[in-house]
């Protein structure tokens, strides 16, 4: 199969990509950050990847670790009290 586009889709929330076989995925973005971000950092990396290069974030939600991804792109540290 050869990948046609790749998409976000705003009014569904899914990146959408399109094959020359005529078949689709949509991948809900939703369902994602919920599933594997923790904390805002996590979500912020990956609302870039999702605005910036749905291409890189399909293959990350079908082939690679989004979570070890996640952990190790992003830091949270506990502001001091």
Sequence with gaps: M?????????DTAC???KFDDGSMI???TIAVENEFADNMYQRSELDYLIYNDPVAYAELMLNGDPETYLKTVT???PLDS
């Design 26 to 28: 949509a991948i809900d």
């Design 15 to 17: 990146v959408e990509l």
């Design 75 to 77: 830091e949270c540290e």
């Design 2 to 10: 050869k990948l046609l586009s790749c998409v976000f889709n705003i």
